[in-house]
């Protein structure tokens, strides 16, 4: 027994002592973190990672599309992500000729790379702090309606002064510490992005639904584009005759491999966290948020996954769709089990007991911050019934395609009205198009018809008569048949274009619906300003109680640095999670009768032969993830992980489910990422996908360093 206890005890020592809490901003590092960094084995210093003056890492990380992260590993202007973040881009690149979900894809030349059409990378050039040019001689006060108006003026005017529209250099600020501090973000922006390797769904998928969020992984979530420019360069929009970029800086890679205990970074730029939710929006989350969009997404996805599963050409529709929705459904429910686990209520309670001792041992402070939390949870507590309409007219209505489709003729009322000519409203036309390529309506009419049933059974209030039919309203709408849509566009009377709108039952649902939303927000709306105001004022006293010790603002899509370590878990009684997996364990998990588990013929042979040329552990096994306690969230994926060197050895593509709740409240025992190990990337490139070519282009370490 006194065993037992003395190595829990060793355990949660050693896990304290090496994880880390945080989503630092690169260019604070230097000052506020790069002593503990160094303590914890990193051998390159913060100016490596973040410099203005020259070429450092950040240089060679961007934002990838609008919510993940890429890096360049390349002189040639390779960009590496994870799968789930080409998946989007990828499917509207396939067919049913040209499956490259089902197939992947590998260009063998530069030739032979796809162009990709909307799809971006963005570079931060420099972060530069406006606060106290934003917020000079006004108020503290956030509902001042006169400072929003100022500030929001004067961040219009700094974004303008910097920003070089022939240089494709952009400038955008955003808040942080809610709304304490400000900073800018001077951006640079590429527009041709085009498809280098792409692996089949049995490789960057593998796993699905089933092991998403989950260990042990198995999953190859990695995909490679290229950014091209012009001969100068600089950004262009897609050109045949563009080259490949010349990054300032890009990654080396080191394939000598990971141990437990090593130091490491994940450099990106996590999406949104909620680390200063005070008990009430905590409960809120517990009990009204998660538990409604868990529900709803579980009754909207049964019913994808069946039709998905059934029909090839719906499959490549719904993909994408599919991919994110589950993605999030059971991101919540670890969320909610982490947060259970963790006692999460009581844990902000017990914070708060700080915080007022705090308060009651600085008197001077009281009249500021005395009730500050009791206010929030008082809000809390009052919105309760608007949050939970919210929240199903969010995921419910949300879920109805065509219905939420229909809003938009509203655009086409308004520009009939203002224009009086029926050629003005053909540009829109192409919108409708691109609805209706990835649409099928026999799946949407019988999710449309089991997310209202569930709206109305919450809230039967809502629900009129005239509404009583989903089915008949659903078939009658002409946002859900594509002939009768694109046929609104060839009449020539404006007045019967806006009869026919004005009297479809689909339309006519959306603004029923549209219309509670709005009613619902504007009640809702007061408490949202005083909440944000509150929590400004909360964060305000923190950073003040905190004095002298380093904070981490919460994550906004802004670029980030978390460091930790190589490092399994133990997230609950009797189990352990150790630190890596393999191809082996991809392997055992073949199954021909289930397509997330579909291991491709190509891999088998290759791991029945042990052919891995140089990309194999000293034992001789196929290395694929790992895990470490980096603190990270959405939009980190992609994020490349790095060594203590600062060299690439892995993409960090996911958290263990347990961990989750990290959003909210970071438990250093449950806070682990999950990270594809970047030898199974070469592995795949190389050895299945044949595109070897692309290897010579990148600058590749053998040896691990010591």
């Not at 800018?184 to 792409?198: E, P, S």
């Not at 500021?368 to 919210?390: F, H, R, S, T």
Request: proline share 2%.
């Amino acid at each position: 027994m006194r065993k037992i206890f003395l190595t829990t005890f060793l355990f949660s020592f050693c896990i304290a002592a090496t994880a880390k809490e945080g989503m630092w901003l690169p260019f604070l590092l230097e000052k506020l973190n790069e002593k503990d960094m160094r303590g914890m084995g990193m051998k390159i210093t913060a100016k490596d990672l973040y410099n203005e003056q020259k070429s450092s890492l950040k240089d060679a990380v961007c934002l990838f599309g609008s919510g993940c992260t890429g890096e360049v590993i390349s002189n040639q202007g390779l960009v590496l992500t994870n799968h789930h973040c080409g998946y989007g881009t990828v499917q509207g690149l396939s067919s049913m000729q040209h499956d490259y979900l089902q197939n992947g894809f590998w260009a063998m030349n530069n030739a032979e790379e796809l162009p990709c059409p909307g799809l971006s990378v963005t570079f931060i050039v420099k972060i530069v702090d406006v606060t106290n040019a934003l917020t000079q001689n006004l108020s503290d006060d956030l509902r001042d309606t006169t400072r929003q108006k100022e500030i929001a003026k004067r961040i219009k005017e700094l974004e303008t002064a910097n920003t070089i529209i022939k240089d494709a250099v952009g400038a955008n600020i955003k808040g942080f510490f809610n709304d304490n501090k400000f900073y800018m973000f001077i951006t640079q922006k590429f527009n041709d992005v085009r498809l280098v390797g792409f692996p089949p769904n049995g490789i960057g998928k593998f796993g699905g639904d089933t092991d998403n969020w989950a260990w042990p992984r198995h999953t190859g979530d990695f995909s490679v584009f290229r950014v091209y420019v012009d001969a100068n360069n600089k950004s262009a929009t897609y050109n045949k005759n563009n080259v490949p970029y010349k990054p300032k800086k890009y990654f080396k890679i080191n394939i000598g491999g990971v141990q437990e205990g090593d130091f490491s970074m994940v450099y990106g730029f996590p999406g949104r966290t909620q680390q200063n939710l005070t008990s009430g929006g905590v409960d809120e989350v517990m009990h009204v948020l998660d538990p409604a969009r868990i529900k709803i997404r579980e009754a909207r996805l049964n019913i994808m996954d069946q039709d998905m599963r059934a029909n090839r050409e719906t499959f490549i529709k719904y993909a994408s769709k599919q991919a994110s929705i589950a993605n999030y459904y059971k991101k919540w429910q670890g969320e909610l089990l982490g947060l259970q686990i963790n006692d999460g209520v009581n844990k902000k309670l017990a914070q708060e007991e700080k915080f007022a001792t705090w308060v009651n041992k600085n008197k001077f402070t009281y009249d500021l911050y005395g009730n500050v939390v009791n206010d929030i949870n008082a809000i809390y507590v009052k919105q309760k019934e608007q949050a939970k309409l919210n929240v199903y007219l969010e995921e419910a209505f949300g879920g109805c395609e065509a219905f939420q489709q229909s809003g938009k003729l509203n655009d086409i009322i308004a520009t009939l009205e203002k224009t009086k000519s029926v050629d003005s409203i053909l540009k829109y036309k192409a919108i409708w198009q691109g609805f209706y390529k990835n649409y099928n309506a026999s799946t949407d009419r019988k999710i449309s018809s089991k997310l209202l049933d569930i709206l109305f059974a919450e809230f039967p209030s809502i629900k009129a008569d005239s509404i009583a039919d989903i089915t008949k309203i659903f078939n009658e709408s002409i946002a859900s048949n594509e002939t009768k849509m694109l046929a609104l566009f060839d009449n020539k009377n404006m007045d019967e274009i806006i009869a026919t709108i004005r009297a479809d039952k689909g339309f006519q649902l959306n603004q029923a619906l549209t219309a509670v939303q709005n009613k619902n927000f504007d009640s809702f709306r007061k408490n949202q300003f005083d909440l944000i105001a509150l929590h400004h004022q909360y964060t305000q006293a923190k950073i003040a109680m905190n004095a002298g010790q380093a904070m981490y603002p919460d994550a906004n899509s802004t670029l980030r640095v978390s460091y930790g370590k190589v490092q399994g878990a133990a997230p609950r009684d009797g189990m352990t999670y150790k630190c890596y997996t393999t191809l082996d364990g991809a392997i055992a998990k073949d199954n021909i009768d289930i397509e997330e588990f579909q291991v491709p013929e190509k891999l088998k042979t290759l791991w029945r032969n042990k052919d891995y040329g140089r990309y194999a552990m000293p034992n001789g096994q196929m290395p694929l993830a790992f895990l470490a306690s980096n603190h990270t969230t959405g939009g980190n994926s992609g994020s490349p992980v790095l060594n203590a060197y600062g060299e690439l050895v892995g993409t960090n593509f996911d958290r263990i489910w347990e961990g989750t709740m990290s959003d909210i409240l970071y438990d250093i025992n449950l806070c682990r990422n999950v990270t594809l190990d970047v030898r199974y990337t070469l592995f795949i490139i190389d050895k299945f996908g044949g595109a070897g070519w692309l290897l010579k282009e990148m600058d590749i370490i053998e040896k691990r360093k010591k």
